[in-house]
Nanobody, 117 residues
Framework: QVQLVQSGGGLVQSGGSLNLSCAAS????????MAWYRQAPGKQRELVAS???????NYADSVKGRFTISRDNAKNTVALQMSSLKPEDTAVYYC???????????WGQGTQVTVSS
């Protein structure tokens, strides 16, 4: 059973920066892709960024050029560096992992990110 523990986030003014981290444990079958999702009040959860074990990244159009996803395969960690934050980035951010069997239902506990205008 993969467990994901998140850290980081908080409150920042518009234009500021925040970092999120996520550590995976219990990775018996390994981890393939890792990703960050977010869910704002009243909205569906959406993909923010993803990264494969080979380092290939994908970003939502709304965060391209502002957010950077990275991972350390040896430590099974993934990070999200967020800069030039906007009020519309306010949401609960969730770490996600796809294990070596292709199961994608591993989620972190969620971290609130609030950007004030």
């Amino acid at each position: 059973q993969v467990q994901l523990v998140q850290s980081g986030g908080g409150l920042v003014q518009s234009g500021g920066s925040l970092n999120l981290s996520c550590a995976a444990s219990g990775t018996l079958f390994g981890i393939s892709a890792m990703a960050w999702y977010r869910q704002a009040p009243g909205k569906q959860r959406e993909l923010v960024a993803s990264i494969t074990s080979g380092g290939r990244t994908n970003y939502a159009d709304s965060v391209k050029g502002r957010f950077t996803i990275s991972r350390d395969n040896a430590k099974n960690t993934v990070a999200l560096q967020m800069s030039s934050l906007k009020p519309e980035d306010t949401a609960v951010y969730y770490c996600n992992a796809v294990d070596g069997l292709g199961y994608s239902g591993h989620w972190g506990q969620g971290t609130q990110v609030t950007v004030s205008s």
